[in-house]
Nanobody
Framework: QVQLVESGGGLVQAGGSLRLSCATSGRTLMGYAVGWFRQAPGKEREFVATSNWSGQITHYADSVKGRFTISRDNAKNTVSLQMNSLKPEDTAVYFC??????????????WGQGTQVTVSS
């Protein structure tokens, strides 16, 4: 069982930056794809970014490309999401996910509880 815990959310002004972290307890993240998703009030959960097990292959949603960066430290079993140039439309609960496959999706089996990111205009 992979247990994921996110941290680093908060309130930031538009144009600012935040760094989200996701840590696991129990099993290692080695061999798992990891990713970030978000859900805004009244909207479906949407994909933000994903990384394969090594961190060498990453994909981003068009809405965050060039602003967000996903990274992972397999030795520390952590995954990060660096968010720059934040916009009010980035406001959402952000979730970390892990998947034994090559990528993460809404069907991935392991999820964190989420961390709130609020961007004020």
């Amino acid at each position: 069982q992979v247990q994921l815990v996110e941290s680093g959310g908060g309130l930031v002004q538009a144009g600012g930056s935040l760094r989200l972290s996701c840590a696991t307890s129990g099993r290692t993240l080695m061999g798992y794809a990891v990713g970030w998703f978000r859900q805004a009030p009244g909207k479906e959960r949407e994909f933000v970014a994903t990384s394969n097990w090594s961190g060498q292959i990453t994909h981003y949603a068009d809405s965050v490309k060039g602003r967000f960066t996903i990274s992972r430290d397999n030795a520390k079993n952590t995954v990060s999401l660096q968010m720059n140039s934040l916009k009010p439309e980035d406001t959402a609960v952000y979730f970390c996910a892990a998947d034994p496959g090559t990528s993460t999706s809404s069907a991935s089996p392991y999820w964190g509880q989420g961390t709130q990111v609020t961007v004020s205009s």
